[in-house]
């Protein structure tokens, strides 16, 4: 199983849920198939678990998917007891193991080895995650991931995938952008105010 | 120093966390914060998310912010050296705004941690965030909207580092 297969078997599900990138394949994959205004790019490794717990937590009514990798969780797994503990409903963990790092050059990750490596599952389940999958083939990836998005989270899924990345256009905005595209998306489809800041005095007229 | 003077100390800086506007509150404890840990668990206006290390609460704070909430952590000055790169290449290099409640351990009047009292203002001005060093909790309560306000209108963290003089609990 590719990783790209999962994320375009994803896309025709997801709906008006916010989505997190680790700084990996995922990140550019998505941005293929994904809604822009709704995908946050993260750029910090290991960072995108936590960045979409914070979005679950602020809006605990909204579904947020973080598609992460194997190097990436291993350098924040601190996270897994983290997420457990705030139980927030409406988030899905989906890890994509592809057992090397695979942005920076295929060294691999700690889940590489067979027997030896790390069962990102197992250490799932021991932190206090509720719904916890492990899949190896897209329809079970399918199955696992419509039934997080059903709610009764928090979801984790470890998706054994193959170290491929698909050939993708580069994504042409920086991390201003990014952050405004999706504060302004929030803002409308929520109906709140998220970026207001009171003007000047100069400009206000006091 | 009496128990009701810490309380206060505390309740002030809990109050200067709820007149900021503060929605959520990532924490991982420091003895002198544990007073303020406890107010902050308790209040109902809060939304408290314990850390394991302080990194992840940057990512936290992120999405907080993101999701529109004014985020803050309170951690030691150690955890903040382990949040170095969240904060560089998230909160600043996405220009999310978020308070940095931070004790300022190596400071006047502590008798360890000097290494990192040495180093914690630089690594900061090496960073690019403001911080402020309030005199007393009374100063932390008024101090704590404003570096509130700077951090929204700034589009930048800004830290607040918490001293002995303002969290009296474990003066000598």
Not at chain 1, 43 to 62: D, E, F, H, V
Not at chain 1, 164 to 191: A, F, H, M, S
């Amino acid at each position: 199983m590719k990783r790209y297969e999962c994320l375009d078997a994803a896309a025709a599900i997801v709906t008006d849920q916010l989505v997190v990138t680790n700084n990996g394949g995922a990140s550019t994959e998505w941005a293929e198939v994904g809604l822009p205004e709704a995908h946050l790019q993260v750029k910090t490794l290991g960072l995108c678990s936590s960045i979409g717990l914070g979005l679950a937590l602020a809006l605990p009514r909204r579904g947020v998917i973080v598609f992460d990798g194997d190097g990436s969780l291993l350098m924040n797994l601190s996270t897994l007891p983290t997420i457990a503990r705030q139980r927030p409903a409406n988030l899905v963990h989906v890890v994509f193991d592809n057992a090397v790092y695979e942005a920076s050059g295929g060294t691999p990750t700690q889940t590489a080895d067979g027997e030896a490596g790390a069962d990102l599952a197992a250490l799932a389940r021991a932190a206090g995650i509720r719904n916890v999958h492990a899949v190896d083939s897209v329809d079970g990836f399918v199955s696992a991931f419509r039934s997080g998005l059903d709610g009764g989270g928090p979801t984790f899924i470890h998706a054994r995938v193959e170290a491929v990345r698909k050939k993708t256009k580069p994504v042409p905005i920086d991390e201003v952008e990014n952050k405004y595209r999706l504060v302004r998306y929030v803002e409308r489809t929520e109906g709140i105010s998220i970026l207001a800041r009171p003007l000047p005095a100069s400009v206000a007229g006091r | 120093m009496g128990a009701t003077d810490t309380a206060t100390d505390a309740e002030q800086v809990l109050d200067g966390i709820l007149a900021a506007g503060v929605t959520h509150v990532a924490t991982l404890p420091d003895i002198n914060l544990v007073d303020l840990i406890a107010l902050v668990d308790r209040d109902d206006r809060l939304v408290h998310v314990p850390l394991s290390r302080e990194e992840e609460g940057i990512g936290i704070a992120a999405g907080v912010y993101l999701g529109g909430g004014m985020p803050a952590i309170v951690m030691q000055n150690a955890g903040l050296l382990n949040t170095c790169n969240a904060l560089t290449t998230t909160a600043i290099q996405f220009e999310v705004p978020m308070l940095l409640l931070v004790w300022y351990a190596g400071h006047l009047g502590d008798n360890a941690f000097m290494r990192l009292g040495e180093v914690t203002e630089p690594v900061l001005t090496a960073l690019g965030i403001r911080s402020f060093v309030p005199s007393d909790a009374a100063d932390a309560r008024r101090i704590i909207p404003e570096a509130a306000r700077l951090s929204r209108q700034s589009m930048r963290p800004i830290a607040v580092l918490l001293t002995k003089a303002v969290l009296r609990r474990f003066a000598s």
